[in-house]
């Protein structure tokens, strides 16, 4: 890890890299890796994730995550991811790289292609969309950890079934992501979550930014450790 960091500790100071991947994947764990693994080399780091972040995002959170979904458009559900990344840009982002730090994010507009493409939102729409939330402010890399379904699900306990139709079918990331209720989570077939892994799998066709896939098999440092050469591999 040493050598890989030292390659790459001016690569990666200033920049703004995301995490992202189906559920499962240890997005959340990489990303608090990575975060240590610049400190040690002296990489000043803010780490936020997505949707939220920020006060007026947590409270679009909120909405996201704690009601029923039931009668929400998925345009209107997609127009809430974006509106907490405005502010989580603006209040967050933008300044933390302003000022030469590295900026780590759980999840960004990847997420959105990922799962409201799997709910029938064209993703190349939900790009068009992002570019009016986030304006210039792209990451520089995004990290797609690639999983199957059902490995993700064993790693978080979730069954891989169908287990209720109280939500609607074409619900989208807002029940997939961290806080959800467990029985929203596993309101989704598994047939929704292959769609996002391919979605995740295609993202780096039309994505205005660089998009790398990385193995997320395996234990917590061994995807660590890929993430950081495939890192050392990226033309920033």
């Given at each position: ?21 189906p559920?499962?994947?240890g ?8 975060e ?7 990489i ?19 909405v ?14 997609t127009?809430?991811?974006?509106a ?24 960004f507009?990847t997420?959105?292609c990922?799962?409201?493409?799997a709910?029938?939102?064209d ?8 570019r ?15 999983i ?38 596993e309101?989704?077939?598994?047939a ?5 892994r ?22 917590v440092?061994?995807v660590h450790?890929r ?10």
């Amino acid at each position: 890890m040493a050598e890989h960091m030292a390659e790459l500790t001016e690569t990666l100071r200033g920049k703004f890299i995301v995490i992202d991947g189906p559920d499962g994947c240890g997005k959340s764990s990489q990303r608090d890796r990575l975060e240590n693994a610049c400190a040690g080399a002296g990489i000043e780091t803010v780490s936020c994730r997505d949707p939220g972040g920020t006060a007026i995002g947590d409270r679009i959170r909120s909405v996201l995550l704690d009601h029923d979904l039931s009668a929400m458009d998925v345009n209107c559900e997609t127009m809430l991811f974006m509106a907490s990344r405005a502010q989580l840009i603006a209040e967050v982002i933008q300044p933390a790289l302003g000022e030469g730090k590295t900026v780590l994010c759980d999840r960004f507009v990847t997420s959105t292609c990922a799962y409201q493409g799997a709910a029938g939102y064209d993703p190349k729409q939900v790009i068009e969309l992002a570019r009016l939330a986030i304006g210039e402010c792209w990451p520089h890399v995004t990290v797609v950890l690639d999983i199957d379904p059902a490995v993700g699900f064993e790693r978080i306990g979730r069954k891989p079934h169908h287990a209720g139709k109280r939500r609607r079918h074409a619900a989208g990331e807002a029940v997939l992501i961290a806080g959800a209720a467990p029985d929203a989570m596993e309101a989704r077939p598994i047939a929704f979550h292959r769609r996002v892994r391919e979605l995740f799998l295609e993202v780096d066709q039309y994505y205005p930014t660089t998009v790398v896939t990385v193995d997320g098999g395996g234990d917590v440092e061994t995807v660590h450790q890929r993430i950081l050469e495939c890192l050392a591999r990226v033309t920033f």
